[in-house]
């Protein structure tokens, strides 16, 4: 994404560790503005993923600082008619994550930016399905697999037998 002429900004939040350290660094070298102030109240987020070879993944995740996020982390000047705005479904899952993707979208539908949503996983799905409806209505694309794709519309037993 750094070689495309648009600004990219990470909203998030890192803990003031070594994690947080590689993380901003790498953002940095990619020209991936980070203006949110780092958390000394909890580690850095981090994850882990297993992909097998049928393609089926899990995550070990811990959220750490993406709970300390919220919506007056989220500037308005970081959106115009040229914004992608690229959501993830993990937001949902933290403390003031709601608040602060919900912020975005209001300034990304304010200034005509484009919204994208990753829902991320069937268990994110099922466990914010009121805010995945508002989520999506007022994204302009998901990216997600045919599972996700289908999930909002189905609950896990109709998924199932489908």
């Not at 648009?6 to 503005?33: C, L, P, R, Y």
């Not at 097998?52 to 000047?77: M, Q, W, Y």
């Not at 959106?79 to 994550?97: A, E, H, P, R, V």
């Amino acid at each position: 994404m750094h070689r495309l002429v648009a600004m990219h900004v990470f909203i998030g939040k890192t803990g003031i560790d070594d994690n947080g350290d590689f993380f901003n660094k790498s953002m940095a070298m990619h020209n991936i503005a980070d203006n949110t102030k780092p958390t000394d109240k909890t580690e850095s987020t981090f994850l882990i993923a297993a992909i097998t070879p049928d393609r089926e993944r899990s995550f070990l995740s811990n959220h750490g600082a993406s709970h300390d996020i919220c919506a007056g982390d989220v500037s308005e000047k970081w959106f115009d008619d040229q914004t992608s705005l690229i959501i993830d479904g993990y937001m949902l899952m933290s403390g003031g994550g709601p608040d602060a993707m919900y912020q975005a979208i209001e300034y990304g539908q304010k200034h005509d930016s484009e919204i994208l949503f990753m829902p991320c996983s069937l268990s994110v799905i099922d466990s914010n399905r009121d805010h995945i409806e508002k989520i999506t209505s007022a994204a302009d694309a998901l990216i997600c697999n045919a599972d996700e794709a289908l999930a909002p519309y189905t609950n896990g037993q109709h998924r199932k037998r489908v």
